[in-house]
């Protein structure tokens, strides 16, 4: 559904400055005289080793100097969350990208963990590192502080993790040079080549691509209090928004940065705060700040709600056509279907990427 409001409304607030800290995450600790020592962790067992995907010679070479590696114009940048909860999902999301790219090695991985974390970064850090050796990658910490007192409630108390909010702040915690960055959530698998997503261009002065869903009913993510308050509803104004998935996204963090995109979605959760305009965690802000402005990728990009209802752990089938990635977003999780003997018929399409040794449906699985 397409629909068109009255004039734009126009709100001010006074935005705190959000202070995000990136850092390093080696496998190492400090002791009281700041001497480090390596840390053993035995976390690490639970995964296998992944096969090390290499570059065809068609690939192009990268800086060999690691330090400016993040900055190098050739490499495909993505980012991921690392949340010990699905950290499974995370590793056989990776696994899929690499499986499946023409360049496996020209591909940096961004890692959000959070400060709040069952796991260190440093734990969390040297599990990736166990089961790709290769691999190059940075972990990030996100200070949860940040939006913590912005979450509101949601129908589905995951949905109210403070680390689903963390790619809205992407743009500050990436180093600046970081100019475009391909966002996955960790209940995906990739299935096609990576390179071809990162090449989709972004037109105009839209800073987010991602697949739209404009047969949806928009109207249905947003409170009786939103559409019936014009002073809300005008932000659509002029506009024909549709429904995207944020667990896909192209994001141009230089225009990001230089739109304050964050502070804009942080104006609509203390909205909702004091109001009740939406009920689906960080999605809705996304949708009020890019809604109608959002370039259209293919919907091969996004086979999403694989997960089944968010309230009802269901099945989904595949939607028609060619696919590319496949997400499973919803409440069901294939790792937990799969273990529990209860598996979904997409599920058996996430199992070759899993590295979990002892999960009995693994396509790594030890015997």
């Known amino acids: 559904m397409r629909t068109n409001f009255a004039a734009i409304f126009l709100v ?22 700041g001497d480090k020592t390596r840390i053993e962790f035995d976390t690490s067992m639970q995964f296998s080793e992944a096969p090390v995907y290499q570059n065809g010679l068609e690939c192009p070479v990268l800086a060999s100097n690691s330090l400016l590696l993040v900055c190098d ?84 108390q995951a949905l109210e993790n403070p680390l689903n909010y963390a790619r809205s702040y992407l743009a500050d915690m990436l180093e600046n040079c970081v100019e475009r960055v391909i966002y996955l959530d960790s209940d995906i698998i990739v299935v096609d080549d990576i390179q071809k997503l990162w090449r989709v261009s972004l037109s105009g002065s839209r800073t987010i ?96 709600g694989l997960g089944g209802d968010n309230v009802v752990n269901s099945c989904r089938r595949l939607h028609p056509g060619t696919v590319s990635l496949l997400h499973w977003s919803g409440k069901g999780k294939p790792w937990a279907r799969l273990d529990a003997k209860k598996p979904c018929p997409v599920d058996y399409l996430w199992a070759p990427y899993d590295l979990y040794k002892f999960g009995k449906h693994s396509g790594n699985q030890e015997h």
């Open 209 to 304: 691509g991602a697949p739209e869903y404009c047969h949806a009913n928009f109207t249905k993510y947003f409170t009786y209090e939103f559409w019936f308050n014009s002073d809300f509803s005008r932000v659509f104004e002029g506009k024909n928004p549709c429904y995207f998935n944020t667990g896909v996204m192209i994001m141009d963090l230089k225009r990001w940065r230089e739109n304050n995109y964050t502070g804009k979605i942080e104006k609509w959760m203390k909205i909702q705060k004091e109001k009740r305009i939406y009920e689906l965690g960080s999605l809705p802000p996304f949708l009020l700040v890019f809604g109608g402005d959002v370039e259209a990728i293919d919907h091969r990009w996004n086979q999403h």
């Open 12 to 33: 001010s607030f006074f935005v705190f400055p959000a202070v995000i800290f990136a850092v390093r995450s080696f496998p190492y600790k400090a002791d009281c005289n």
């Open 73 to 156: 114009p050739l490499v495909v940048h993505v980012a991921m969350t690392l949340d010990p909860e699905y950290l499974r999902g995370t590793l056989a999301a990776i696994h899929s990208v690499l499986k499946h790219a023409s360049c496996p090695e020209n591909i940096f991985f961004h890692f959000i963990a959070s400060d709040s974390s069952s796991l260190h970064s440093d734990e969390l850090s040297h599990i990736v590192r166990v089961a790709f050796p290769s691999l190059t990658f940075k972990v990030y910490e996100f200070k949860e502080s940040v939006v913590v007192d912005l979450i509101s409630s949601s129908i589905r």
